[in-house]
């Protein structure tokens, strides 16, 4: 009577296998987080900053508070910062805490993270 089925050394190389794709797979994955975590967080800030110039020019003022401002408020983290106009340009002043692992370019500079 012959038995069928796949061998322990079969076996163990179908774990190794799937083993080194894992290694190679969840890092990516990880990277790939990362870096949507920082697209989400560079939207809000351009976000913020549109709707403080769009507030500037229709009352003519800065507001210096970006919690009234919604979009700035919804981002949370830049709901604390302030707003300044000198000339034609808008400076936004905040922080944005997030935590990132790689290398990436932001604004044309080269950010390791």
Do not use: W, Y
């Amino acid at each position: 009577m012959k038995r069928s089925g796949f061998t322990m050394i079969e076996l163990i190389f179908v774990i190794v296998i799937l083993g080194i794709l894992a290694a190679v797979a969840i890092p990516r994955l990880a990277a790939t987080r990362d870096d949507a975590t920082q697209s989400a967080l560079l939207a809000n800030a351009r976000t913020c900053i549109s709707d403080v110039a769009s507030v500037a020019q229709a009352t003519g003022t800065v507001p210096t508070d970006l919690t009234t401002i919604e979009s700035c408020a919804a981002a949370n983290d830049l709901a604390a910062g302030t707003a300044t106009i000198a000339g034609n340009t808008l400076t936004i002043t905040g922080t944005i805490d997030a935590s990132v692992n790689g290398a990436h370019v932001v604004g044309g500079q080269q950010v390791t993270r």
